[in-house]
């Protein structure tokens, strides 16, 4: 594994646990475990180093967790652009494009880190539940490292989604319900059939590729954005970026300040918000979600509730649940600024409009609003 990379650490009691192992969750708590480094090693790469290195996700492999480093295999995901778009009503707003990643989404991130380390430790064969473009991102990093992976989807889940990771070749099986129900299911498969799990936050590396994004924008920007506003199913990018940033300030590249961290979800799904609106430090269930175009959003609980609550609280930040109607708007107001965006992009540009509104955010400030994946999978 990389020199600087030392051990894992659960995100709710702590209890460090051995790098060079296979591991899930915590096996004391059951917690979401967490990959911690050696941010002090003098040999480490400086900011100057890395920022002359090709773009990419690899741009600073010292803080990924896989033996290969540098070598690891990638369909190229990372760099993604991040550009102004005063069209949504303000001079400060910026859109990050994940949907320019591999597999049209965000998901590539954190697949092309979990499928590439637990592959390195011995994992071939892996399942996991997906709205969807966990699925098809999985289902591709699998073909690239040659193992097998099984995906467990709602039925109700866009074709085109369901058809990349068939032909990818993951075995794919459709059940009615959410993503919990998924879930069930996949459990049960994975334990009948050896498999290994890459549902968000039930194993340690998705987060590692997902903190990139953070890394990225602190690169481009040269400075930290005042706020990040983040559509929030699973929240391992939120959770990840927090992360990144607190690894930033061990590197002494900035201080104690930090972007105010936001989650966004839909009305019918919103039990991030509703436990941070309560003041709770654990999110619990959200019972019978609504249908949403936000299929990613449809996530009735989440493992990694209380590192996202932690996160939000600890930055300063908020959740804000949209209406369908206000994020259908989103929408089309993200298209206009040039970017044909997925739903849950649009629900993001919902949010932000609220808090202008709200006065939560000012126009002059800068807020990096994310796009996590492409229209085009949605048809």
Known sequence: MSQFFTHLECGHCGERHDATLLHQVCAVCGGPLLARYDLGD????????????????????????????????????????????????????????????PTGSFKARGMAIAVARNAELGATRFGLPSNGNAGGAAAAYGALHGVDVAVSIPSNTPKALI?????????????????????????????????????????????????????????????????????????????????????????????????RMVAVQVEGCAPIVRAFQRGDTEAGVWEDPAETAAFGLRVPSAIGDRLMLEGLRATGGTAVAVSEDELMIGTARLAAAGVWGSPEGGAVVAGYQRLLADGWVAPDQEVVLFNTGSALKYL
């Open 42 to 101: 003098p040999s480490l790469a400086s900011l100057e180093e890395i920022l002359s290195r090709p773009r990419g996700q690899l741009r600073f492999h010292e803080v990924l967790p896989t033996d290969a480093g540098p070598k690891t295999p990638t369909l190229g995901e990372g760099g993604t652009p991040m550009f102004p778009a005063p069209s949504l009503g303000s001079a400060g707003a910026l859109i990050k494009d994940e949907a320019q990643n």
């Open 163 to 259: 058809a990349e990771a068939e032909a990818h070749g993951a075995a794919v099986t459709l059940v009615d319900g959410t993503i919990s129900e998924a879930a069930a299911v996949q459990r049960a498969m994975n334990q009948a059939e050896g498999r290994f799990s890459l549902a968000t936050l039930y194993e340690p590396y998705r987060i590692e590729g997902k903190k990139m994004m953070a890394y990225e924008i602190f690169w481009d920007l040269g400075r930290l954005p005042n706020a990040i506003l983040y559509p929030t199913g699973g929240g391992t990018g939120l959770v990840a970026m927090v992360t990144a940033f607190d690894e930033m300030e061990q590197l002494g590249w900035i201080g104690p300040e930090r972007p």
